[in-house]
């Protein structure tokens, strides 16, 4: 069950949902981002290494690589017919912009410019799609979301 509260003025919304309702918001016209209780285990923003390579969940990835000084993930994105890095923020960081939760930390990455690290990103991403697969759907399941597992 999830609870849904307003970041700035802390209104809660009555009752619990089944399911997340990100269309969700505050009633006062505060334009807040929702609080949603029961998110799952992660990867917190103070145990991230720097330039290590992370299997995240996010809006646009499975895998990033971490960059303490933004406190970001460098995330290969694909949009329309473009494949791209794109930075996304830890979910620690908060709203509006924090969006990746790491779920396994797996190596350092190496050093490269961007081309190198988009295809990089992209050859690992197709090595660790079952990897990616299964720890995503332990993540849904362990916060009752069954109806975001991936197929395989």
């Known amino acids: 069950m999830y609870q849904y509260s307003c970041s700035k003025c802390g209104y809660k919304r009555e009752g619990l949902l089944e399911h997340p309702d990100f269309s969700w918001s505050c009633p006062k016209g505060c334009d807040c981002f929702p609080k ?3 998110l799952g285990e ?3 923003l103070e145990k991230c ?6 299997i995240i969940i996010a809006r646009n990835s499975h895998l990033g690589i971490y960059n303490e000084k933004e406190k970001s993930f460098f995330i290969s994105r694909f ?5 791209f890095i794109f930075e996304e923020y830890h979910w620690d960081t908060g709203e509006p912009y924090g969006t990746v ?3 396994l930390e ?3 990455a190496p050093k490269f410019e961007n081309e190198s690290m988009l295809k990089f990103l992209n050859e690992l991403n197709t090595k660790m799609r079952d990897k990616i697969i299964e720890l995503n759907n332990e993540f849904y399941m362990s916060i009752d979301k069954p109806y975001m597992i991936l197929d395989k």
Do not use: W
């Open 36 to 38: 949603i209780e029961n």
């Open 106 to 108: 797996l190596y350092e």
């Open 42 to 44: 992660f990867i917190s």
């Open 79 to 83: 949009k329309f017919s473009e494949n």
């Open 101 to 103: 939760r790491p779920l």
């Open 49 to 54: 290494k720097n330039n290590f390579i992370y």
